[in-house]
Protein backbone atom coordinates (compact mmCIF):
# COMPACT_ATOMS: atom_id res chain seq x y z
CA UNK A 1 0.00 0.00 0.00
CA UNK A 2 2.59 2.56 1.18
CA UNK A 3 4.62 1.72 -2.40
CA UNK A 4 1.14 2.62 -4.69
CA UNK A 5 0.66 6.13 -2.51
CA UNK A 6 4.45 6.54 -3.56
CA UNK A 7 4.13 5.78 -6.98
CA UNK A 8 1.06 7.93 -6.92
CA UNK A 9 2.77 10.84 -5.18
CA UNK A 10 5.22 11.00 -7.50
CA UNK A 11 3.07 10.50 -10.42
CA UNK A 12 1.09 13.29 -8.92
CA UNK A 13 4.61 15.65 -8.97
CA UNK A 14 5.52 14.93 -12.68
CA UNK A 15 1.97 16.22 -13.87
CA UNK A 16 1.82 18.71 -11.72
CA UNK A 17 5.53 20.44 -12.83
CA UNK A 18 5.39 22.62 -15.71
CA UNK A 19 6.51 21.21 -19.14
CA UNK A 20 9.86 22.95 -20.69
CA UNK A 21 10.20 23.54 -24.11
CA UNK A 22 14.10 24.14 -24.21
CA UNK A 23 16.97 24.38 -22.09
CA UNK A 24 19.20 27.10 -23.39
CA UNK A 25 21.95 27.89 -21.87
CA UNK A 26 21.05 26.63 -18.09
CA UNK A 27 17.66 28.71 -18.33
CA UNK A 28 14.71 26.62 -18.97
CA UNK A 29 12.16 27.92 -21.27
CA UNK A 30 8.47 27.17 -21.14
CA UNK A 31 5.73 25.93 -23.41
CA UNK A 32 3.64 28.50 -22.07
CA UNK A 33 3.64 31.71 -20.72
CA UNK A 34 0.59 33.63 -19.47
CA UNK A 35 1.35 37.83 -18.98
CA UNK A 36 -1.73 39.69 -18.29
CA UNK A 37 -4.41 36.15 -19.02
CA UNK A 38 -2.74 36.13 -22.28
CA UNK A 39 -1.79 32.68 -23.20
CA UNK A 40 1.25 32.58 -25.73
CA UNK A 41 3.21 29.65 -27.20
CA UNK A 42 6.74 28.76 -26.92
CA UNK A 43 7.98 29.82 -30.78
CA UNK A 44 11.70 30.18 -30.58
CA UNK A 45 14.96 31.07 -28.48
CA UNK A 46 18.44 31.81 -28.38
CA UNK A 47 21.42 33.08 -26.82
CA UNK A 48 22.69 37.01 -26.75
CA UNK A 49 26.13 37.07 -26.77
CA UNK A 50 28.46 39.86 -27.43
CA UNK A 51 32.87 38.94 -27.27
CA UNK A 52 32.41 35.25 -26.53
CA UNK A 53 29.89 36.32 -23.32
CA UNK A 54 26.89 35.00 -23.17
CA UNK A 55 24.58 38.14 -22.01
CA UNK A 56 21.02 36.80 -21.50
CA UNK A 57 18.72 33.90 -23.35
CA UNK A 58 16.26 36.07 -25.49
CA UNK A 59 12.86 34.20 -26.23
CA UNK A 60 9.56 34.54 -28.31
CA UNK A 61 6.07 33.55 -27.13
CA UNK A 62 2.89 33.84 -29.56
CA UNK A 63 -0.53 32.75 -29.69
CA UNK A 64 0.84 30.71 -32.84
CA UNK A 65 3.92 29.75 -34.45
CA UNK A 66 5.34 32.53 -36.68
CA UNK A 67 8.47 32.74 -38.84
CA UNK A 68 7.68 35.72 -39.93
CA UNK A 69 9.08 39.04 -38.02
CA UNK A 70 7.01 41.18 -40.07
CA UNK A 71 3.72 38.90 -38.62
CA UNK A 72 4.87 39.24 -35.31
CA UNK A 73 5.10 43.21 -35.34
CA UNK A 74 2.45 43.97 -37.47
CA UNK A 75 -0.15 41.19 -36.80
CA UNK A 76 -3.53 41.68 -34.14
CA UNK A 77 -2.21 39.12 -31.69
CA UNK A 78 0.04 39.28 -28.72
CA UNK A 79 3.33 38.30 -28.38
CA UNK A 80 6.10 38.62 -25.67
CA UNK A 81 9.82 38.59 -25.55
CA UNK A 82 11.53 37.04 -22.53
CA UNK A 83 14.92 38.22 -21.49
CA UNK A 84 16.68 35.76 -19.20
CA UNK A 85 19.98 37.36 -17.63
CA UNK A 86 22.47 34.76 -17.85
CA UNK A 87 25.86 37.14 -17.05
CA UNK A 88 26.28 39.09 -14.06
CA UNK A 89 28.16 41.35 -16.47
CA UNK A 90 24.45 42.87 -17.58
CA UNK A 91 23.81 45.96 -15.29
CA UNK A 92 21.01 48.41 -15.30
CA UNK A 93 23.29 51.34 -16.93
CA UNK A 94 24.63 48.59 -19.56
CA UNK A 95 21.08 47.39 -19.97
CA UNK A 96 19.63 50.71 -20.54
CA UNK A 97 22.40 51.66 -23.07
CA UNK A 98 21.82 48.59 -25.39
CA UNK A 99 17.64 49.21 -25.41
CA UNK A 100 18.40 52.94 -26.72
CA UNK A 101 20.83 51.62 -29.38
CA UNK A 102 18.64 49.04 -30.03
CA UNK A 103 15.46 51.44 -30.77
CA UNK A 104 17.87 53.62 -32.63
CA UNK A 105 18.95 50.69 -34.74
CA UNK A 106 14.92 49.69 -35.07
CA UNK A 107 13.46 53.28 -36.11
CA UNK A 108 16.50 53.74 -38.61
CA UNK A 109 17.75 55.99 -36.27
CA UNK A 110 14.63 58.51 -35.74
CA UNK A 111 13.57 57.84 -32.40
CA UNK A 112 11.62 61.19 -31.98
CA UNK A 113 7.97 59.79 -32.42
CA UNK A 114 8.85 57.69 -29.73
CA UNK A 115 11.44 59.65 -27.21
CA UNK A 116 8.55 60.03 -24.51
CA UNK A 117 7.17 56.15 -24.95
CA UNK A 118 11.02 54.93 -24.53
CA UNK A 119 11.74 57.41 -21.68
CA UNK A 120 8.78 55.67 -19.70
CA UNK A 121 9.73 52.29 -20.64
CA UNK A 122 13.46 52.72 -19.33
CA UNK A 123 12.20 53.10 -15.65
CA UNK A 124 11.46 49.28 -16.17
CA UNK A 125 15.60 49.15 -16.23
CA UNK A 126 15.94 51.56 -13.14
CA UNK A 127 16.73 48.82 -10.03
CA UNK A 128 20.09 47.01 -9.83
CA UNK A 129 19.70 43.79 -12.67
CA UNK A 130 21.35 40.90 -11.60
CA UNK A 131 22.35 37.44 -13.15
CA UNK A 132 18.88 35.65 -12.87
CA UNK A 133 16.66 38.21 -13.39
CA UNK A 134 13.84 37.79 -15.97
CA UNK A 135 12.16 40.27 -17.69
CA UNK A 136 9.05 39.76 -20.05
CA UNK A 137 7.98 42.22 -22.76
CA UNK A 138 4.30 42.05 -23.32
CA UNK A 139 3.31 43.24 -26.79
CA UNK A 140 -0.44 43.82 -27.07
CA UNK A 141 -1.57 45.21 -30.21
CA UNK A 142 -3.96 48.93 -29.61
CA UNK A 143 -2.39 48.88 -26.35
CA UNK A 144 1.45 49.33 -25.95
CA UNK A 145 3.76 46.86 -23.47
CA UNK A 146 3.43 45.70 -20.44
CA UNK A 147 6.97 45.08 -18.95
CA UNK A 148 7.70 42.54 -16.05
CA UNK A 149 10.59 42.13 -13.51
CA UNK A 150 10.63 38.86 -12.36
CA UNK A 151 7.05 38.05 -12.41
CA UNK A 152 6.04 42.07 -11.35
CA UNK A 153 4.69 44.49 -13.15
CA UNK A 154 7.12 47.50 -14.11
CA UNK A 155 5.49 49.91 -16.39
CA UNK A 156 3.30 49.94 -18.80
CA UNK A 157 4.17 51.73 -22.32
CA UNK A 158 1.11 53.10 -24.66
CA UNK A 159 1.48 53.03 -28.33
CA UNK A 160 1.40 51.05 -31.37
CA UNK A 161 4.22 52.72 -32.85
CA UNK A 162 6.10 52.23 -29.63
CA UNK A 163 5.20 48.98 -29.52
CA UNK A 164 6.50 47.43 -32.94
CA UNK A 165 9.08 49.72 -32.42
CA UNK A 166 10.45 48.01 -29.09
CA UNK A 167 10.10 44.49 -31.60
CA UNK A 168 12.10 45.39 -33.88
CA UNK A 169 14.90 45.44 -31.45
CA UNK A 170 14.99 41.91 -31.91
CA UNK A 171 12.99 41.38 -34.77
CA UNK A 172 13.63 44.11 -37.28
CA UNK A 173 15.19 44.57 -40.31
CA UNK A 174 18.49 45.94 -38.59
CA UNK A 175 18.05 44.08 -35.13
CA UNK A 176 20.47 43.80 -31.89
CA UNK A 177 21.87 40.29 -33.43
CA UNK A 178 20.69 38.45 -36.26
CA UNK A 179 21.26 35.33 -35.22
CA UNK A 180 19.36 35.83 -31.72
CA UNK A 181 16.33 36.95 -34.46
CA UNK A 182 16.65 33.73 -36.65
CA UNK A 183 16.52 31.55 -33.47
CA UNK A 184 13.43 33.17 -32.09
CA UNK A 185 11.78 32.62 -35.53
CA UNK A 186 12.73 29.29 -35.91
CA UNK A 187 12.11 26.82 -33.03
CA UNK A 188 14.29 23.65 -32.98
Known amino acids: ?57 GSLFTTAKMDSATKVMEGDQPAAIRLNITS ?27 EGSIKD ?17 LSIPGKGVVTFKNGKQQSVTQGDTFRKALLGVWLGDDPTDDDLKED ?5
Open 1 to 57: MKKQLLVLAALAAMSSSSVSAKEISGVEIPETISPEQQVLHFNGAGVRSKFFVDLYV
Open 88 to 114: GMITSEKMTKAMIEGFERATHGDVSPI
Open 121 to 137: FMSAFSEPIVEGDQFTL
Open 184 to 188: MLHAD
